[in-house]
């Protein structure tokens, strides 16, 4: 018999969330290359629940997560994940056009000074969305990980996959430090690392792409900023919220193409961030505090990938998770482990059709 009935790669939000849904019903367990599970992308994130980003299908899932993260059950968490907050999305033209689903309204010049003191003239009005809240990535992904583990999972730290072969109806996988560990179904969940780990199991890459985003922690001149909406704009050339009440979040939305790695933020991308601020209000920098960066994996339609692989036995692949990993967690939690399970059983999605997110999208269809 196999070690185990699933092996996630990866202890991400994807990887522990799906193994949190699992773990009743499979034996199963995550295996992390790092010494801890939050150190790459779920680590690095701006903490922000957004159900405009992402486009249509992404907004879905963000709506469908809203009610567990706003309110999750008592023995998942005692304390709701979200804070809210707003958004303001400015322009100096046009408004931007968002999912239909998402509720907001127009702000004009006058309410816009009211909200954002100090903005610049040349923003004209924006759109403000109510529902932004900030989500506690922290506490989300150690409550996924404390369930899994309370559902007998086993985590593995420091403990990557170098290679795996499918045999015998299972799979067979070496570690670095040359153990191996044997199990039914492979899940990835490698983050920027999904292709590789595809290729050392020899199943076929589906080209998902990793891109580096910075953020800095600018300390201010002023105070009062902690409550501030999301501020971004319709050009995506930037966004900031308040963080402390002298300090902000501020990212110049860069997406710079990556190979998987430990990401560190660039001068040049500090520098035009703090440029593009500058733009947008009259707000003295008295320092930049921290600079951070990670790397964002995004599938070629940008959407996420939940789903067995048409063409590898056993193979499932929990990838893609762009920018909206964090926000999209429970329902894609859910998602994901129905398939992998075989059962539609959550009210919460079952409005959400998964062949949108499966990797069977990606296989050309036959010439006629
Ligand atoms: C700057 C920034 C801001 C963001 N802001 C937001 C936000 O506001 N809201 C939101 O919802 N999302 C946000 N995101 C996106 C979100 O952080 C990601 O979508 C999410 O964290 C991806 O989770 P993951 O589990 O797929 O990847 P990761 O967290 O990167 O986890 C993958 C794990 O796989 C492990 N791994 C890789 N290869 C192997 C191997 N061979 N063997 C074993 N383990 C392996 C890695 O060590 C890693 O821990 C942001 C991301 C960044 C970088």
Not at 169 to 190: I, M
Not at 253 to 273: K, L, M
Request: aromatic fraction near 8%.
């Amino acid at each position: 018999m196999a070690d185990y009935d699933v092996l996630i790669v990866g202890g991400g939000i994807a990887g522990a969330s799906l193994g949190a849904g699992i773990a009743t019903e499979r034996r199963t367990a995550i295996i992390e290359a790092e010494s801890h599970c939050g150190f790459h992308a779920t680590g690095r994130s701006a903490a922000f629940w957004l159900e405009s980003y992402g486009g249509p299908q992404v907004a879905l899932l963000s709506a469908a997560s809203r009610d567990f993260l706003n309110e999750p059950t008592a023995a998942f968490s005692e304390r709701s994940f979200l804070r809210m907050r707003g958004a303001l999305h400015l322009t100096r033209g046009e408004l931007p056009t968002l999912p239909d689903i998402v509720e907001t309204r127009v702000v004009e010049r006058i309410e816009l000074e009211r909200l954002l003191p100090g903005v610049r003239p040349e923003w004209r009005r924006a759109l403000f969305e109510a529902g932004c809240s900030d989500i506690d990535v922290a506490g989300l992904h150690a409550a996924y990980l404390k369930q899994f583990g309370r559902r007998g999972g086993t985590i593995r730290i420091e403990a990557r996959l170098e290679s795996a072969i499918y045999s015998g109806g299972e799979w067979k996988v070496r570690l670095k430090d040359r153990s191996t560990v044997s199990a039914q179904v492979l899940v990835n969940a490698a983050g920027a690392w999904a292709d590789p780990v595809a290729m050392a199991c020899g199943v076929a890459p589906l080209g998902i792409a990793p891109k580096r985003r910075t953020v800095v922690q600018l300390r201010i001149g002023r105070t009062g900023l902690r409550d501030l909406p999301l501020v971004d704009d319709s050009d995506g050339t930037f966004y900031f919220k308040g963080e402390g009440d002298r300090t902000v979040w501020l990212s110049p939305h860069d997406e710079i193409d990556s190979d998987p790695c430990d990401a560190a933020p660039e001068e040049i991308d500090v520098a035009t961030a703090i440029h593009r601020f500058e733009r947008v209000v009259d707000w003295p920098i008295e320092a930049v505090e921290r600079r951070w960066a990670g790397l964002r994996s995004f599938a070629p339609d940008r959407l996420p990938v939940y789903g067995f692989d048409p063409d590898a036995p056993s193979f499932f692949w929990c990838v893609g998770l762009g920018g909206f990993g964090i926000q999209t967690a429970p329902a894609a939690s859910r998602l994901a482990t129905s398939v992998l399970l075989g059962k539609r059983s959550y009210q919460s999605i079952e409005k959400i059709d998964p062949a949108i997110f499966s990797p069977a999208r990606f296989v050309a269809a036959p010439a006629h």
